[in-house]
């Protein structure tokens, strides 16, 4: 039973710390709409190398959810839900190849969650013109992917 306090605990700890980052995140300005760090990614990564898929994908979305519920609205919960599912199916696959640096992880979980986010505002809007936007999205998830990549490699090196 110890085990599974002290692991519900960490998980605790983890969705409150990552709102707590997105919460920071949110003062920071943008130099390109739409284009965030993802600071709270930081404690994904971190939990997709010291805990798993599972625990990385279960703090994923209930920092999510919660961070919708009190931050933002029904649609900003639809394309982080978007972002967060992608992002983390392609991190969790190239982890298990070994063939890329958590950075290069990072990198790119942040790229999927831009694409999956400008997906579901092609498929919400009903305007494919919207995916001109792709390029500097890549490049802002590409930038944010190497700032949470390295952040999360730190924290794992020290935690």
């Known amino acids: 039973m110890r085990v599974k306090t002290r692991s519900v605990a960490l998980m605790g700890v983890c ?8 919460y920071v995140e ?8 739409g284009v965030k760090i993802g600071l709270p990614n930081i404690v994904t990564v971190y939990l997709l ?3 798993g898929a599972a625990r990385a994908g279960a703090v994923s979305v209930v920092r999510v959810i919660l961070t919708a519920l009190l931050f933002g609205s029904v649609m900003s919960l639809i394309y982080s839900l978007a972002g967060a ?9 190239l982890k298990k190849t070994n063939l890329f640096s958590k950075v290069g992880v990072s ?3 942040g790229v999927s969650h831009n694409i999956a ?4 505002a092609v498929a919400i809007t009903g305007v494919g013109a919207v ?8 490049l802002g998830g590409v930038v944010a992917g190497i700032v949470v990549g390295i952040a999360g490699a730190t924290v794992i090196k020290r935690v």
């Not at 599912?85 to 696959?93: A, E, R």
């Not at 986010?117 to 579901?120: I, T």
């Not at 995916?131 to 890549?138: D, I, S």
């Open 26 to 33: 949110s003062f920071i300005p943008s130099p390109v709409y």
């Open 131 to 138: 995916a001109y936007y792709l390029p500097t999205l890549v």
């Open 117 to 120: 986010q400008l997906a579901v």
């Open 49 to 51: 190398y010291k805990c």
């Open 85 to 93: 599912f992608l992002s983390l199916s392609v991190m969790v696959i």
């Open 107 to 109: 990198i790119a979980g």
């Open 15 to 22: 969705v409150a710390f990552a709102m707590i980052l997105s």
